[in-house]
């Protein structure tokens, strides 16, 4: 069953509207927006980004600072828990990604934890036929997404029991039940014992994917990267040594965050 989350691309797109979806995107995730980054992210010139702002200020989806930043409005609801550093964090994870991406020829995430969820920031996907699509803007429950369960692996184990047990995440659907939670709890002990947490078609049907946490110079959880393939291609990848390369990607990585403190 495909996740509600995750939908394939219209037969006939509407590419203003797919524009406008993409800048609330980017306005949720990221916190804030210039006009240039607006106008880069879409490929679009900045007069054309502007009117699509102008729309979404005008909806109240957006508001404009003195310094012609462009912030989440009303209408779009709570912020991403005032994670403004997010878009710092893509920006530095970028390179990181496309050249793990180059490397394995698969398709590479880049996530941060909301709650009980795990937000998608950003894709570079393989260029195989056939391959995992571009993830960025979705969400989706952290307890079975692979690099949500890398997070959770390092959190404190009191504090991810009530947040899975929580009136938020009954509303939301991702409470787990008492009964399931023992085998959670075995779950995330393993994932931290290894380093990294792998999901089997748990958010997606013939997806699997790696995921392992990342940190900043402090130590602390701050996102996740992840690595998805069709399921068939899973297990010879992961053969070949796919646990060492994103080891040794997340360390790159976690150097240029440290660099980058936000």
Same mark, same amino acid.
């Given at each position: 069953?495909?996740? #509600?989350?995750?939908?394939?691309?219209?037969?006939?797109?509407?590419?203003?509207?797919?524009?406008?979806?993409?800048?609330?995107?980017?306005?949720? +995730? @990221?916190?804030?927006?210039?006009?240039?980054?607006?106008?880069?992210?879409?490929?679009?010139?900045?007069?054309?980004?502007?009117?699509?702002?102008?729309?979404?200020?005008?909806?109240?989806?957006?508001?404009?600072?003195?310094?012609?930043?462009?912030?989440?409005?009303?209408?779009?609801?709570?912020?991403?828990?005032?994670?403004?550093?997010?878009?710092?964090?893509?920006?530095?994870?970028?390179?990181?990604?496309?050249?793990?991406?180059?490397?394995?020829?698969?398709?590479?995430?880049?996530?941060?934890?909301? @709650?009980?969820?795990?937000?998608?920031?950003?894709?570079?996907? &393989?260029?195989?036929?056939?391959?995992?699509? +571009?993830?960025? @803007?979705?969400?989706?429950?952290?307890?079975?997404?692979?690099?949500? %369960?890398?997070? *959770?692996?390092? *959190? +404190?184990?009191?504090?991810?029991? %009530? *947040?899975?047990?929580?009136?938020?995440?009954?509303?939301? &659907?991702?409470?787990?039940?008492?009964?399931?939670? #023992?085998?959670?709890?075995?779950?995330?002990?393993?994932?931290?014992?290894?380093?990294?947490?792998?999901?089997?078609?748990?958010?997606?049907?013939?997806?699997?994917?790696?995921?392992?946490?990342?940190?900043? &110079? %402090?130590?602390?959880?701050?996102?996740?990267?992840?690595?998805?393939?069709?399921?068939?291609?899973?297990?010879?990848?992961?053969?070949?040594?796919?646990? #060492?390369?994103?080891?040794?990607?997340?360390?790159?990585?976690?150097?240029?965050?440290?660099?980058? #403190?936000?």
């Amino acid at each position: 069953m495909q996740n #509600p989350g995750i939908q394939k691309k219209p037969m006939y797109p509407i590419e203003a509207v797919d524009n406008a979806l993409r800048l609330l995107q980017l306005l949720r +995730d @990221g916190g804030s927006l210039r006009l240039k980054d607006a106008a880069a992210e879409l490929g679009v010139a900045p007069s054309t980004a502007h009117r699509l702002l102008a729309m979404l200020v005008y909806r109240g989806f957006a508001v404009q600072d003195e310094s012609r930043m462009y912030y989440p409005g009303a209408a779009i609801g709570a912020g991403p828990a005032g994670l403004g550093w997010t878009r710092l964090l893509r920006t530095v994870a970028q390179p990181h990604m496309e050249v793990l991406s180059g490397r394995i020829n698969e398709t590479v995430n880049l996530m941060v934890r909301v @709650g009980t969820k795990v937000r998608f920031l950003s894709t570079v996907e &393989g260029t195989n036929a056939l391959r995992v699509g +571009d993830r960025q @803007g979705s969400v989706m429950p952290a307890s079975k997404a692979s690099g949500g %369960k890398a997070i *959770l692996a390092e *959190l +404190d184990p009191e504090m991810v029991r %009530k *947040l899975f047990s929580s009136p938020t995440a009954e509303i939301s &659907g991702d409470s787990i039940p008492a009964k399931e939670y #023992p085998a959670f709890t075995r779950e995330l002990d393993v994932v931290r014992q290894r380093g990294f947490a792998a999901n089997f078609e748990g958010t997606e049907e013939g997806i699997s994917a790696l995921g392992m946490a990342l940190h900043n &110079g %402090k130590g602390e959880v701050v996102g996740a990267l992840s690595v998805a393939t069709p399921v068939a291609r899973f297990r010879p990848l992961f053969d070949q040594g796919l646990v #060492p390369i994103m080891t040794e990607t997340r360390r790159q990585l976690e150097i240029d965050i440290a660099a980058n #403190p936000a």
